[in-house]
């Protein structure tokens, strides 16, 4: 649809070792919204690479800024994301974590 915004969400690895990306659509924000659109694109973007990467204290710094943002409709993924990052902040990581989640079979 015209205006919609399209986003990065998760990459799921399936049973097959394959691994696919998943997106969100944003179809109707707020007009003030709009004035820091680019922003919001640019440092959600930058969420996605930091959580890749495993710099959880950025993640957290991300996830603060963007909260609210997309008319909230982006919430309850960053809540789940921030979920992960205090597990993850636990955890030893394998050398080889992707940042994927696995899909059971």
């Not at 998760?10 to 944003?26: A, E, F, G, H, S």
């Not at 959580?51 to 991300?62: A, F, I």
């Amino acid at each position: 649809p015209p205006g919609a915004i399209v986003l990065e969400l998760d990459t799921m690895r399936l049973p097959n070792d394959q691994r696919v990306k998943t997106y969100c659509l944003v179809q109707a924000l707020p007009e003030p919204e709009y004035a820091v659109l680019d922003n919001n694109k640019h440092i959600h973007s930058t969420l996605i690479d930091q959580y890749h990467q495993q710099n959880w204290v950025g993640c957290k710094e991300l996830i603060r800024q963007l909260k609210g943002q997309w008319n909230c409709e982006l919430d309850s993924f960053y809540d789940v994301l921030l979920e992960r990052i205090t597990d993850y902040e636990q955890t030893e990581l394998p050398a080889d974590w992707d940042g994927s989640m696995p899909i059971a079979q």
